[in-house]
């Protein structure tokens, strides 16, 4: 499986993006896909996830912002970003996984658990 991550941008307070997470190599639909964001100098976090059965899990900061979904025309997995704040800055990768032991209630906000990675996009929010 092969990843690509895009559609980033410099953006002002209050705007949207949608970034794109395009898989190559397996369906959308078998895969359980996350995206994480890492700004600098901090770690890198969990924004959104979701599953195979569409279920979906959104970190607590980007919650009634932010909304998930796939395309399975276009095998691509969206992040729609709205009301975008400053604190939203940051390089945002998308990941994936397709183990059938991946326990998304269990894994989903975790990095280490996610087997193939997006090159990263980057998102940067002007006050």
């Known amino acids: 499986v092969q990843l690509q991550a895009f559609g980033g941008g410099l953006v002002q307070t209050g705007d949207s993006l949608r970034l794109s997470c395009a898989a190559s190599?397996?369906?959308?639909?078998?895969?359980?896909v996350g995206w994480f964001r890492q700004a600098p100098g901090q770690a890198r976090r969990f924004v959104s996830s979701?599953?195979?059965?569409?279920?979906?899990n959104y970190a607590e900061s980007v919650k009634g912002r932010f909304t998930i979904f796939r395309d399975t025309v276009q095998n691509t997995v969206y992040l729609q970003m709205n009301n975008l704040q400053p604190e939203d800055t940051a390089l945002y990768y998308c990941?994936?996984?397709?183990?059938?032991?991946?326990?998304?209630?269990?894994?989903?906000?975790?990095?280490?658990?996610?087997?193939?990675w997006g090159q990263g996009t980057e998102v940067t929010v002007s006050s």
């Open positions: 990941a994936a996984t397709a183990n059938s032991r991946f326990y998304y209630r269990l894994y989903h906000y975790r990095p280490e658990k996610y087997d193939y």
């Open positions: 190599g397996r369906p959308v639909s078998n895969l359980s």
């Open positions: 979701v599953n195979r059965g569409d279920d979906t």
